[in-house]
C-alpha cells in the first residue's frame, strides 16, 4: 500500500510545532481567567441550522467553506467552521439565557474549505472568548484589552497592530448600505465577478473582498461614518475612550467589515505584516442579533477568536521543555529502588525518566544526548548504605546522597 498522507489542508502537531501550539492555548486559558472567563467546550459537529441559519446565508463561510454532510441517519450535519455560533447554542440549550452575564472562553479545531497556504487550513485551531449578555463600549474595550494581553504576553506586542470600525446599529447599517449599492452599481463594470454578485445581497462583504480590482474601488466608496446615528455614535465614541482607558493603542480602519454576517457596532482585528496576506491573527465584534437568531431571547454580546497556527508561528522561540532527570539502574537489586526514586522526583514536579535500555555506558552517552540536567545512578553498595550517585552532567560532578535528601538535592541545583 502506498504511504498515507494527511488530507489536504490537515497538519499533524508534533514536537516543536505542538509546544508553540500549547503555550498559544495555556497563556490564553491563563489570561482569560484573570478577567473572569471559563472555560466551555461545546461538540465538533453540530446540526448544520447552528451555522447555516446564524452566519448568513452569503457568507464566504457558509456558501463556500463547510464540511456539511448527512450522516447515517440522514441528518445534515456540519463540521463546526467557527465557535460563536455553537456557544451560542448551548447558552440556549443549557438553559443559561436567564443566567447572564456568561464569560466563555474556548479553543479547539475548526474546519472549513479554503484554499491551503501558509496560515491558511482546512482543519485549524482557534482560541475564543464570548461576553454574552452586556452592551456596554466600556466591555467591549476591555474584551479587546484582553486579547491584547494574551497577545502581549505571548511576545507579540512589538509585531501586532489593532485596528478597529464600527459596524452601527440596524438602521444606520441600512442607510449605508443603500448607499453603498447606489455607488458599486455605478462602478459595476470594474467589480470582480464574486462582487457583482455579491452587490444586491451583500454589498458590505465587498468591503471584505481580496480581490485587487474590487480594493481599487474602495477609496472613494461612501464613508460609514456619516451615516451613523446618535446612539451607534454614542457606542462608537464609548469604544474608543474605553480603550484609551485600558491604554490599548488602536488605529481606525473603516475596512473592517469581518467576514461574517452577524456583527453590529464593534469589529476589531489584532493583524501583523509579518503573515503575508494571511495578517489577521485575532479578530472579533459585537453580535447582538446571534442569541435571538438561535432561538433565546434579545441578548447582547460580543467576543473574538485567534488562529492559533498563526500566532504559533510568530513566537519568537517555542517554549522549552525542562530539563529531565535520568535514573539509572546500574543492576543488581537496585530496581525498585530506582521506580521508588523516579516517583518521587515525579510528585515533586521534575521530570523523571528510567532510563532502562542498553549498558550502563550506552544509557549515560543516551542521557547526556538528551540534555537532561542529572543522572540518578542507583549501585547495590551505595543503596546499602541508604544512598544514590547524583551526577550533575552541567557541572560533571558527581556525588553520594542520602536517598532520603535527594528531591532537595536536584531542588537546589535546578
Ligand atoms: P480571513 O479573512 O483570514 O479568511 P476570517 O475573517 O475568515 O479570516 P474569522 O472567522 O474571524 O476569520 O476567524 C478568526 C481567526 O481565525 C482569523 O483571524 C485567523 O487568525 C484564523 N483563521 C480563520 N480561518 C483560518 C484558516 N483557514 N486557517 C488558519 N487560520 C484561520
Ligand atoms: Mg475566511
Redesign the pocket.
Given at each position: 500500500m502506498s504511504q498515507l498522507q494527511p488530507a489536504r489542508g490537515t497538519h499533524d502537531l508534533i514536537g516543536e510545532t505542538a509546544r508553540r501550539h500549547a503555550h498559544v492555548i495555556d497563556t490564553a486559558r491563563r489570561i482569560t481567567a484573570t478577567y473572569g472567563y471559563e472555560e466551555w467546550s461545546t461538540p465538533i459537529f453540530e446540526d448544520t441550522r447552528v451555522f447555516s441559519r446564524t452566519l448568513g446565508d452569503t457568507s464566504?463561510?457558509v456558501t463556500k467553506e463547510m464540511y456539511t454532510f448527512p450522516d447515517r441517519a440522514g441528518e445534515s450535519l456540519t463540521l463546526r467552521p467557527?465557535g460563536t455560533a455553537a456557544i451560542c447554542r448551548a447558552l440556549v440549550t443549557n438553559g443559561l439565557t436567564q443566567n447572564l452575564p456568561q464569560k466563555v472562553f474556548y479553543n479547539g479545531p475548526?474546519f472549513?474549505y479554503?484554499r491551503p497556504q501558509k496560515?491558511?487550513?482546512?482543519q485549524?485551531h482557534?482560541i475564543g472568548a464570548e461576553l454574552i449578555g452586556v452592551s456596554d463600549p466600556l466591555l467591549d474595550a476591555e474584551t479587546i484589552a484582553m486579547g491584547h494581553a494574551i497577545l502581549r504576553a505571548l511576545g507579540l506586542e512589538p509585531a501586532i497592530q489593532l485596528e478597529i470600525n464600527t459596524l452601527g446599529d440596524n438602521e444606520s447599517r441600512s442607510a449605508w448600505r443603500t448607499a453603498l449599492i447606489d455607488y458599486f452599481r455605478r462602478h459595476v463594470d470594474d467589480l470582480s465577478n464574486e462582487s457583482r454578485e455579491r452587490l444586491e445581497v451583500n454589498p458590505l462583504r465587498i468591503l471584505?473582498s481580496?480581490s485587487a480590482q474590487d480594493r481599487a474601488l474602495l477609496d472613494d466608496a461612501p464613508a460609514f461614518a456619516s451615516y451613523l446615528n446618535d446612539e451607534s455614535r454614542r457606542f462608537w465614541d464609548g469604544l474608543r475612550r474605553g480603550l484609551d482607558s485600558f491604554g490599548i493603542p488602536f488605529v481606525e480602519n473603516p475596512r473592517i467589515v469581518?467576514?461574517?454576517d452577524y456583527y453590529s457596532h464593534t469589529a476589531f482585528?489584532f493583524t501583523t505584516d509579518k503573515l503575508g496576506a494571511?495578517g489577521?491573527?485575532?479578530?472579533?465584534g459585537r453580535y447582538d442579533g446571534l442569541v435571538a437568531e438561535m432561538g433565546g431571547p434579545p441578548t447582547p454580546a460580543i467576543g473574538?477568536?485567534?488562529?492559533i497556527?498563526?500566532?504559533a508561528l510568530l513566537l519568537e522561540a517555542p517554549p522549552e521543555r525542562p530539563a529531565g532527570i535520568a535514573v539509572i539502574s546500574m543492576g543488581g537489586d537496585t530496581m525498585n529502588a530506582a521506580v521508588q526514586a523516579v516517583q518521587s522526583l515525579r510528585e515533586a514536579g521534575f521530570r523523571a525518566e528510567l532510563e532502562t535500555r542498553g549498558s550502563v555506558k550506552k544509557r549515560m552517552e543516551r542521557v547526556v544526548k538528551s540534555g537532561a540536567s542529572h543522572a540518578i545512578l542507583l549501585g547495590d553498595e551505595e543503596l546499602a548504605r541508604g544512598s544514590v550517585q547524583v551526577r550533575d552532567l552541567a557541572l560533571r560532578a558527581q556525588r553520594e546522597v542520602a536517598i532520603a535528601d535527594l528531591v532537595r538535592i536536584v531542588s537546589e541545583k535546578a
Open positions: 464566504d463561510v467557527e475548526m472549513r479554503e496560515g491558511r487550513y482546512r485549524f482557534q471584505d481580496k469581518r467576514g461574517l482585528e494571511q489577521t491573527v485575532l479578530a472579533g473574538w477568536a485567534g488562529g497556527e498563526r500566532l
